[in-house]
């Protein structure tokens, strides 16, 4: 399985400037400026088996997605809760997004795979060509 995961190491270009303490420490806030940065970004447990067949999943479709371990990661509880609010739901992972648009949990993601749905949106955000 080849999918690239990310470090939390902020990068700034020369014409940005740093975000001020307040956005950064921003659980919420640091989950929309990640999701946007890549075509598919998912959210995962390092040991959570549903987050592994959604890696599979995108892997097996030709996708590369930039997958944030949060359980790796240091503000990866405070996400953890962001995400669960963010979707209204108890359990947080695998949480997709797809052009920077939150996709969902592994149901939603299935229910578009299933559908025909999520490789048009795919293709859209430039993750997928075939």
């Not at 640091?30 to 892997?59: D, G, P, Q, T, Y």
């Not at 797809?98 to 955000?125: C, Q, Y």
């Amino acid at each position: 399985m080849h999918y690239q995961t990310e470090s939390w190491a902020p990068t700034y270009h020369h014409h940005q400037l740093p975000p001020t303490t307040t956005v950064v420490n921003d659980p919420l806030h640091r989950i929309e400026r990640l999701a946007a940065e890549n075509a598919v970004v998912i959210f995962s447990l390092s040991s959570c088996c549903m987050c592994h067949a959604i890696k599979r999943l995108f892997c097996g479709m030709g996708v590369n997605p930039t997958v944030y371990e949060l359980d790796q990661q240091p503000l990866g509880k405070e996400m953890e809760k962001a995400l669960m609010m963010l979707l209204g739901t108890g359990s947080p992972v695998p949480v997709v997004f797809v052009g920077g648009k939150l996709v969902g949990a592994m149901d939603r993601v299935m229910a578009s795979h299933i559908n025909g749905t999520l490789v048009p949106l795919l293709k859209e955000a430039g993750a997928l060509w075939l």
